[in-house]
């Protein structure tokens, strides 16, 4: 099993920044992959952001590159999603998700952090 907590969420006006994090803890060693999604109240998750944890490649949805940038500290289990020039539209709940060896999917979850981008 692998426990996620996230922090760093909240309230911003359009064009500022925020950070999040995830702090991952139990069995960390086989996380092969974490990544952070984002859903809006009825509408489906969103992937956001992943970066693969033993080389550190990273991939981005088209509504994020260039303004969002995920990093890992492999040490510490510790992901975070560097946020900037935020826009109303990124406003949505953000979790951080696992995905361990030898899985395909991510199975591993946070509670979620809101983040409210004011216009």
């Known amino acids: 099993q692998v426990q996620l907590v996230e922090s760093g969420g909240g309230l911003v006006q359009a064009g500022g920044s925020l950070r999040l994090s995830c702090a991952a803890s139990?069995?960390?060693?086989?996380?092969?992959?974490m990544g952070w999604f984002r859903q809006t109240p009825g509408k489906e998750q969103d992937f956001v952001a992943g970066i693969y944890w033993s080389f550190g490649n990273t991939n981005y949805a088209e509504s994020v590159k260039g303004r969002f940038t995920i990093s890992r500290d492999n040490a510490k289990y510790t992901m975070s999603l560097q946020m900037n020039n935020l826009k109303p539209e990124d406003t949505a709940v953000y979790y951080c998700?696992?995905?361990?060896?030898?899985?395909?999917?991510?199975?591993?979850w946070g509670q979620g952090t809101q983040v409210t981008v004011s216009s």
């Open positions: 998700a696992a995905r361990l060896s030898r899985e395909s999917q991510y199975g591993y």
């Open positions: 139990g069995r960390t060693f086989s996380i092969a992959a």
